[in-house]
C-alpha cells in the first residue's frame, strides 16, 4: 500500500495576474462611462479568479494540517471545499480517501480511491495500491487482486506490491498465483531475507520442497551471517520427513551458534521422531546443563529416560523441571509412582509421589494418591 501519511497536494493553478497592461499616453483621458464600466468588470473578474485559486490552494493546505492532526471529518469537508473552488480531484479525492482509511472507514474509503484512479484516467498508482489494500482489509480479495496487478503495471518493480499480490493470491487459495506474485518480489529484491523465507513458504503450498530448499541455500550463500536460514532449512526438511537431512541441517546451525539451545531442542526433537532416543536424551542433557531453567528440555529428557526404562535419569530430570515450577513434572512423578504400585513397591510409589508433593504442596491430586497407596500398604 502506498503512504497514507503522505498527503498529495497536486495543485495544477497556473499563475494568474491582475497586472493591467501599460497604456497609451497619447490616450485621451475622456473615456465613455461605458468603457470605464467594461474595465471595472475585467478587474473584478480577474480579482474573483485569483481569489478563487488561492482560496482552493489555502483549503488544501488547512485540509492537509487537519489531516495531519488526526481531525480526519473537518478535513474531510475541507477537502470537498477545495475541490469545489477548482482544487486538482485527484488529489482531494486521494486525500478524502486517505482519511477514510485513518477513521476505519474501509468502504468510503474504496469509493474515494476509486475517484481518484478516475479522475487520472488510471494513471496515479498510490491510488490503486492503497485502493487494493483496502478490498484486503474488506476481504474482497478477487478485487484486491485486480487493484495491485493494475497498479503494478504502473510501477513494476514495487517489491511490497509483488509481496501484497502474492498475500492477496493466498486468501484466494490461489497458491500458483501467489508464487508466481512473490517470485517476482525476489527478482527485484534478492537482499530482502525476509523475501526467501516468503519464497520458500510458497512452495512449501505447492510442495514443491526441492525449490524451497535451493532459495534457502540460495539465501544462505548470499547471506553467511543469516544463520536462521539453516535453522529453516531443518524445519523444512522436517516437514518433508526427511530426518537426517533436518538433523544435518540444526547440526550445520549448532557448528555456529554451539550454544542455541533452541536449535538443540529442535535437534533433539527431530532425532526422537527418527528413533534415536538415546541420541537425543545426549543433546536434551546438554540443554539442561546450558540453562537447567529450560524446563521443557528438562520435561522432554525424563519422559525419554521413563520410556526407555531409565528411571533414575527420568526422575532427575523430572525433579530439575519441579524446581522451576513447571507442573507437568507431577505427571512423570505419578507415571513412576503407578508403575511402582502395580510392581507391588508402594515404598517407591510413595517415595515418588512426596518428592512431587514437596515441590506442589497444594497439589490435591498428589494429596490422594498418597492417601490411597499408604491404604494399599
Known amino acids: 500500500m502506498g503512504n497514507l501519511d503522505k498527503i498529495l497536494n497536486k495543485m495544477f493553478l497556473r499563475g494568474v495576474t491582475n497586472k493591467a ?7 485621451t483621458a475622456h473615456r465613455s462611462s461605458l468603457t470605464a464600466h467594461r474595465s471595472l468588470l475585467i478587474a473584478i473578474s480577474l480579482v474573483a479568479f485569483v481569489f478563487a485559486a488561492q482560496s482552493s490552494y489555502d483549503l488544501m493546505e488547512r485540509a492537509n494540517a487537519l489531516y495531519r492532526d488526526g481531525k480526519f471529518k473537518q478535513a474531510i469537508m475541507l477537502y470537498r471545499k477545495a475541490e ?3 482544487a486538482d480531484p485527484v ?11 485513518q477513521s476505519g472507514m474501509y468502504p468510503e474509503a474504496a469509493a474515494s480511491y476509486r475517484k481518484a484512479v478516475d ?3 488510471g494513471a496515479f498508482s498510490p491510488a490503486l495500491f492503497n485502493m487494493a489494500s483496502v478490498y484486503f ?10 487493484a495491485y496487478h493494475r497498479a503494478l503495471k504502473l ?3 514495487n517489491v511490497s506490491g509483488w509481496l501484497y499480490l502474492g498475500e492477496a493470491y493466498s486468501k484466494t487459495g490461489d497458491a500458483v498465483g501467489a508464487l508466481r506474485a512473490i517470485e517476482k518480489a525476489y527478482q527485484f529484491d534478492k537482499d530482502d531475507i525476509s523475501i526467501v523465507y516468503q519464497l520458500s513458504e510458497a512452495n ?3 510442495n514443491d520442497f526441492d525449490r524451497a530448499v535451493s532459495v534457502i541455500r540460495e539465501g544462505y550463500a548470499a547471506h553467511p551471517d543469516e544463520v536462521d536460514f539453516l535453522v529453516y532449512l531443518g524445519d523444512v526438511y522436517r516437514l518433508n520427513k526427511k530426518y537426517e537431512e533436518s538433523a544435518g541441517a540444526y547440526r550445520e546451525a549448532l557448528g555456529v551458534r554451539p550454544d542455541e539451545v533452541a536449535t538443540m531442542y529442535k535437534l533433539a526433537d527431530v532425532l526422537a521422531e527418527d528413533n534415536k532416543p538415546f541420541v537425543a536424551m545426549d543433546v536434551l542433557n ?3 546443563n546450558i540453562k537447567p531453567d529450560f524446563t521443557d528440555a528438562a520435561i522432554f529428557l525424563g519422559n525419554l529416560a521413563y520410556d526407555a526404562k531409565f528411571y533414575d535419569r527420568a526422575e532427575s530430570a523430572y525433579e530439575l523441571a519441579a524446581k522451576q515450577g513447571n507442573t507437568e513434572s507431577v505427571f512423570g512423578f505419578k507415571n513412576m509412582a503407578y508403575d511402582a504400585h502395580a510392581e507391588k513397591r508402594d515404598d517407591e510409589a510413595l517415595r515418588l509421589l512426596r518428592i512431587a508433593q514437596k515441590y506442589f504442596p497444594d497439589d490435591v491430586t498428589i494429596q490422594a494418591d498418597i492417601l490411597e497407596f499408604e491404604k494399599d500398604e
Open 119 to 121: 479522475f487520472s484516467n
Open 137 to 146: 482489509r474488506l476481504r474482497q480479495y478477487p478485487e484486491c487482486v485486480a
Open 155 to 157: 510501477e513494476p518493480e
Open 84 to 86: 469545489s473552488r477548482g
Open 204 to 206: 512449501i503450498a505447492l
Open 91 to 101: 488529489a482531494t479525492s486521494f486525500n478524502i480517501a486517505n482519511s477514510y482509511y
Open 286 to 288: 546438554s540443554i539442561v
Open 21 to 27: 497592461p501599460v497604456k497609451n499616453n497619447a490616450l
